[in-house]
């Protein structure tokens, strides 16, 4: 009988590939040969190949040092056990979020209901402490989505207030206190329109709304507006509390929708001043030309796949929704069998260029990827199924600055702020939105006092005057002067009334979510292809749309698209059924919805890690500064909490 001893090592990692991750582990126990052997990179490389079924996996990802590190944090600390499901709204969950620091998530519904839980530090029992009825309260009718602010103090709810006699629905955001003795308190309540504009936080004391006026047929603007939310009842009523920003303008019956804030990323390169701020009076004309032509100042097109389908030219919305299953299916004729595959093809990994992973590496190591570093200590695991993460500051963080500065000269305070990019989803040929829009944002400036006399009586019965006066002159005219009519259809004539978008994205098909990760560099977007012959006649009928969702990856630093997923399309859909698929990006993963199920998605490699099974769901999250945790929510007013292999195995005991 032979010796294991003579055994080769070739020999033995041929054996061992042919283990369970168990067996391999109890092998390590037996030698030190073997056990170097059970920790060799190609053993493992492989293993985590073969776990997702994928050549994807190449690299490792930023701070981890071994392939059987990388096969641990993606098999073990990613969640996929179900240990809690509460129903704990009585209609449809719209939204969940994490606090930043992971410690608060709260979630909205069809109900107009907000809850706001605290983490339990075991992910067992969660507290809740607030629980508001925003329908009785506010005569909301439903609400839409939770934001917190970036230090966890303070959280916004945005939903739908009423429908009025035109039926456009009107929007509101209501900020709550989350921290302290304040807990459920509400500091603001600001007006909104339309409601799908959302809102977002500027910093950790502002945020934008937004409001919406219609300028003729399928013409619109969206004015946004900066509102300061610590302004209370008791603060000196001179001092300014609002001002609006940019004035954009809406073409095809589409609006601005699902806005947010970023800070620029300290290694972006694009040039924003080389248009119309160029000193180059050729620069500038060219600048203004392809303004008035596209609607920006630079237009990225997104192409399509080459092997994207064709649809009969007939095949519209209408026709769809009356087939089997509202589904279209290319080449049914030729092959009529439809599989669990051709449902599941956005499960495709994005496929990364290869700058993309040295660019990560690059933020990890020079501290730009997160403020909050996170690692791995060895020395602290009682087994090799137990590793720690550690948060820490980076020494690199910046210290933290005053919010606000004054301009004496100009009597104005300046928000103390970065320059910001104003993200977007809107769109030029359909009403539904194709485009992400992205816009520069420089310092902002308040008035720090309004003009408002001591004697307020005296001050109104002046600006009645006022309007009365001018509306005996207008009377007075009228009939006299020819009225101008401003052509609104015709961009060219009118782009100077309004500001200018630096970069739009254009997406041949229906954008259904975007998401910016924690750094602020990648743009995250989902969006359903139209056909490859997809003809826009009307803007209020869109194409029909394919079933899966296509993921791709863009690089603000450089506006450039760096990765992309290439799901097979066979399957359409009408426009007006898909339903939104919302994306939260956290410091190494990716959460999305498809169908049935939460899905996370690995940062690093884009393949999917984890499918989180939950009947018609509506959203999916996961603790930013606890990746063990993740949540989804459904239709069904359902929340379920996920843990990690890790911790339900510690729990186990």
Known sequence: MGNWSELNEYVLLQIFQLLGTKEVERAALVCKRWFWLTRDDILWKERVQQLFKTKACVNLSPGTSTWRDEYRRLSHHVPQSLIKEENVHYGGVSHVAFSSDGSMFATCGEDARLLVWKVDTNGTENTLIVEEDLHSKFGWTQANKVQFNKSGTLLMVTGVLKVNVNKARMGEIIVYDCKGEDVGDVRSRISLKPHDTVGCWYNNSYLISSDFEWLAHFISCNKFWINKVDYTMDADPS????????????????????????PVHKMSTYNYACGLSSQDPDTVLAAYLA??????????????????????????????????????????????????????????????????????????????????????????????????????????????????????????????????????????RTSLPHQIGIKLMSKIKFKKKLNIPKNIKEFKVMVEERKQSRQTEREALQGRLEVEVIPWNDYKEVAQMFDVIDVIFDFSGYVTGYAVSPESRYLFVNFRPWAKNAFIPDPYNPPPVALSVERVVIDLTKMEIIGRSHPRQRIFIPSDLCEPTPLQVSRHFITTTIKDRGVIIDRHSGVTVASLPHESVTGCAINPHDADMALTVGEDGSVKQWSSRRKTQAKLG
């Open 291 to 428: 303004l008035v032509e596209q609607h920006c100042v630079r237009l990225v097109v997104v192409p399509p796949h080459d092997d994207l389908p064709e649809i009969p030219e007939d095949m519209d919305n209408r026709k769809i929704a009356f087939t089997w299953e509202n589904e279209y299916i290319v080449d049914y004729d030729e092959d009529p069998c439809v599989d669990e595959e051709d449902y599941d093809q956005e499960l495709c990994a994005i496929q990364f260029g290869s700058q993309y992973h040295v660019d990560r590496e690059d933020d990890f190591i020079n501290g730009r990827d997160d403020e909050d570093w996170l690692w791995e200590d060895e020395e602290l695991c009682e087994d090799d199924y137990e590793f720690q993460w550690e948060y820490f500051k980076s020494e690199t963080a910046e210290v933290p600055k005053e919010d606000i500065v004054i301009d004496e000269s100009a009597g104005e305070e300046v928000l103390n702020e970065d320059e910001k990019l104003l993200i977007f989803e809107t769109g030029t």
């Open 239 to 262: 001092l300014a509390c609002m001002r609006q920003l940019y004035r954009l303008y809406n073409c095809a019956g589409s609006c601005v929708r699902d806005i947010s804030v970023v």
